[in-house]
């Protein structure tokens, strides 16, 4: 029968089914057990905390049975954990670099010791907690950084409240920066209180054990739940919770509305040094800290946790505004987030100063990562959505551990210079160092109507490749929900969002702009690619047609501009149009009066455009397609009757004769468009705007003169 267990604060989620179906493999258990604890962020964020097992292997070059240690390497994350992303080192090896050890100051040359140490050349390279694992003789090990066990960490007197929770069974180490000396600590607290069930980490974390995988999990949970018990039996017993609200919320729809608004002046003032990215949280634990009274005391202390820290930065900056301040006066509101602005960079750079050492890299971005609006919500900001979803997240986890030891005592975070030391330490330097170079469109928002199929699809795909996030959406439901599908496959839940747009209706437009904003912070690249066509005689054309044409291609191409700019404007950080027009803007034709002339109003629009936004360093060019057949809906049903019967050919014929009649000979594809955009937004053409680029496979008479 399954082993039935009750907790309140934390999820059993272990299945001895699943479990059994290891076969008794250690090592399968061990990622089995880690990706149910990074399951649940309340036990540890992403990337956060590490596990371990230690068995017996054949070395492969002696053949004798030696003991194994399997822990998460450096830069992977629990939930996700296979088993590619552990690090495999011999443990007589790591018992042996005791010896090495030449003390405290030379902490960052064992992590290249540990080099010398790994059992499997494939495995992924060891962490800087590979040590705490090390030393400590239990066969499985869970390091994590649960929101109630750093409550109780980072309270003023923890070391007493573990006493008192654990009666004992606990230890207690000081806090330290992870190394090799934190794990001969460990160890040395463990032989001065034999038979304890874990150990608490002053300001940082929990390091729990056991016997087998399943043992070290309830373990772990059973440890989580005894700190959120207490904490939970404490909670404001004494005082209110971050003493008391201050301001209440605005209603849900109001603070949407508010976020929108304001992102994209917030993202300007953040992309300073590089683009980024935001995310948007109003979540309620994040309303609760924000309208307390105790925010202004809390805030600027910062986070206790390294990982919080990393992630976050030394603090937040709490936003001058008002929840009912006007927001649609944009002078206005500079004159008082300037100053703000000003001074959160002044105050970094005074810390920066005041904390550096003679080896310390340069100093980084000074501009804040996490922004608090009271009333609204939590801002964040990164060279990326995942990145910046995950500090958000992070803050989230670090607002709890301050509830809860404010609760139980009173919050500590760490010193100033401990967290410097942190920020900027030389390996966590070199990790960054080690990361992929940013892709051209990283940190741009990139929104491209009709992207679900045809044109649109394939430009969407091409930025999302180059590294922008992008709004996908379309008038037509059905193909929408295939293209989510598919780059959700592609691309990841962080990537892109994706939302339905009728670009004749503005009420659907100023939703899919909302949407973008709350999701990414602002816009940097408008495609304007729906379309539609009709191909008639003069006499065939009826008054719908037209108007169904210019609709579409004309108005709905000049009011996704109106509401682009407005948003580009705020951000202050120049910004691309690009309109899909046609060779038809240049070429006449019979059979079609209405397309091509809306088409050269979309053109001469697009002129238009470049001419009045040139100052704001708006850039509008136009790619004129020609003739792109594959996946379009333009080509379904009568256009390409209607272009067949105009030159006196079948359907079946239109890809061979478009072909034929360029000077290339050559039929074009979404992805030649695709193309084609991102050489006007890749960075080599920052300083072209009113352009025209044809992609017809070269067709003379639509040659701009």
């Not at 304001?262 to 309620?284: C, N």
């Not at 005074?350 to 608090?372: G, I, W």
Request: hydrophobic share 40%; aromatic share 8%; net charge neutral.
């Amino acid at each position: 029968m399954k082993e039935i267990r009750s907790f309140t604060h934390v999820q059993y989620l272990w299945d001895d089914a699943t479990a059994a179906s290891f076969g008794g493999d250690e090592v399968a258990l061990l990622i089995y057990r880690s990706n149910l604890l990074g399951a649940d962020l309340r036990l540890t964020n992403y990337g956060g905390g590490n596990t371990s097992c230690k068995i017996q292997m054949p070395d492969p070059l002696t053949g004798k049975e030696t003991e194994v240690m399997f822990v998460k390497g450096s830069g992977g994350d629990l939930g996700t954990l296979k088993k590619i992303g552990l690090s495999v080192l011999y443990m007589d090896r790591l018992n042996g670099l005791k010896s090495r050890y030449r003390g405290i100051g030379h902490e960052d040359e064992m992590v290249e010791l540990f080099n010398h140490c790994i059992f499997d050349l494939q495995s992924k390279a060891p962490s800087i907690d590979t040590a705490l694992h090390a030393f400590l003789p239990f066969r499985h090990i869970d390091h994590l950084h649960p929101d109630a066990a750093i409550a109780v960490a980072a309270a003023k007197d923890g070391k007493r409240i573990t006493e008192e929770i654990f009666n004992g069974n606990l230890g207690w180490v000081d806090w330290q920066r992870p190394g090799f000396d934190l794990g001969l600590k460990l160890r040395a607290c463990l032989d001065a209180h034999p038979g304890i069930r874990g150990i608490m980490l002053g300001s940082h974390g929990l390091f729990t054990w056991g016997d087998s995988a399943h043992l070290s999990y309830v373990n772990t949970l059973e440890v989580i739940e005894q700190c959120a018990d207490y904490i939970e039996k404490n909670t404001g017993k004494s005082r209110p919770v971050f003493g008391g609200m201050k301001i209440n919320s605005l209603p849900p729809g109001e603070r949407k509305e508010r976020a929108a608004a304001l992102m994209p002046v917030l993202r300007g003032y953040v992309s300073t040094k590089t683009p980024m990215i935001g995310h948007f949280s109003d979540a309620a634990s994040v309303l609760e800290f924000i309208n307390a009274r105790d925010l202004e005391k809390l805030a600027p202390m910062g986070t206790s946790c390294p990982d919080h820290f990393l992630r976050t930065k030394i603090s937040p900056l709490i936003l001058p505004l008002s929840a009912t301040d006007e927001l649609k006066d944009i002078s206005a509101l500079q004159e008082k987030l300037s100053p703000a602005f000003d001074t959160y960079r002044i105050m970094y750079k005074e810390y920066y100063e005041q904390y550096k050492h003679a080896d310390s890299p340069p100093m980084r971005d000074p501009n804040p990562v996490v922004m608090l609006y009271p009333g609204v919500g939590m801002f964040t900001f990164a060279m990326d959505k995942a990145t910046a979803r995950i500090a958000s997240e992070f803050y989230v986890n670090a607002i709890q551990v301050m509830k809860g030891a404010e609760a139980i005592s009173s919050y500590t975070s760490l010193p100033r210079q401990e967290a410097f030391d942190i920020e900027y330490w030389l390996l966590e330097e070199a990790k960054l160092k080690r990361m992929p170079k940013p892709r051209p469109l990283t940190g741009r928002v990139a929104l491209i109507t009709g992207s679900a199929g045809g044109i649109g699809k394939a430009i969407a795909k091409k930025m999302a490749q180059e590294g922008a996030v992008v709004m996908l959406n379309d008038n037509d439901k059905a193909r929408l929900e295939i293209a989510t599908e598919e780059f959700r496959e592609q691309f990841g839940k962080d990537g892109f969002e994706s939302g339905l747009l009728d670009v004749t209706v503005p009420g659907s437009i100023q939703k899919i702009f909302q949407q973008t904003v709350i999701a990414f912070g602002g816009v940097d690249i408008l495609v304007n690619c729906a379309g539609i066509s009709i191909s008639k005689t003069m006499e065939e054309h009826t008054e719908s047609d037209w108007d169904k044409l210019y609709a579409v291609l004309v108005k709905g191409q000049f009011f996704m501009t109106q509401k682009a700019i407005e948003i580009m404007r705020k951000q202050n950080m120049g910004a691309d149009i690009i309109n899909i027009v046609s060779k038809n803007a240049l070429v006449s034709g019979p059979n079609n009066a209405a397309y091509g002339s809306a088409k050269a109003a979309q053109l001469h629009l697009s002129r238009l455009n470049a001419a009045e936004l040139g100052k704001d360093h708006i850039r509008v060019n136009v790619v004129n397609p020609d003739a792109v057949i594959n996946d379009s809906k333009i080509w379904e049903g009568e256009w390409a009757a209607g272009r067949a019967k105009a030159y006196g050919i079948s359907v079946e014929e239109l890809p061979a004769y478009y072909a034929r009649r360029t000077l290339l000979n050559e039929m074009i594809l979404p992805e030649d468009v695709a193309n084609a955009c991102f050489a006007f937004v890749g960075g080599l053409l920052n300083k072209s705007t009113g352009n025209l680029l044809n992609v017809d496979g070269g067709v003379a008479a639509a040659f701009p003169r």
